[in-house]
């Protein structure tokens, strides 16, 4: 079984930043992705930026310049540092990690449950 936490959301005033954490758990052999996602009130689900497991990064455009993403392979664990917040990144972030279980051959996809951010004056 795996799961993956996060932590950190919260309410924030726009041009304030907050920070994301997400920790993976259970019976992981490795993890080759991990990420955060997101989805704001009748929008899809969209990335906001991944990792993989040897450093590289991809961001959505939107977010690009403002929002950091850093993990610890050794800690299974990813970050969102988020700069510069605006209106339009209210939504719930969720964590997600592409892996392969012990004892499995192929790779699986994990969420966490989501934690709200809401920018607002």
């Known amino acids: 079984q795996v799961q993956l936490v996060e932590s950190g959301g919260g309410l924030v005033q726009p041009g304030g930043s907050l920070r994301l954490s997400c920790a993976a758990s259970?019976?992981?052999?490795?993890?080759?992705?991990m990420g955060w996602y997101r989805q704001a009130p009748g929008k899809q689900r969209e990335l906001v930026a991944r990792?993989?497991?040897?450093?590289?990064?991809n961001y959505a455009d939107s977010v690009k310049g403002r929002f950091t993403i850093s993990r610890d392979n050794a800690k299974n664990t990813v970050s969102l540092q988020m700069n510069s917040l605006k209106p339009g990144d209210t939504a719930v972030y969720y964590c997600?990690?592409?892996?392969?279980?012990?004892?499995?051959?192929?790779?699986?996809?994990?969420w966490g449950q989501g934690t709200q951010v809401t920018v607002s004056s």
């Open positions: 997600h990690a592409a892996l392969i279980r012990l004892g499995s051959l192929g790779e699986s996809n994990y």
């Open positions: 259970g019976s992981i052999f490795s993890i080759n992705a």
């Open positions: 990792i993989t497991i040897g450093g590289n990064t």
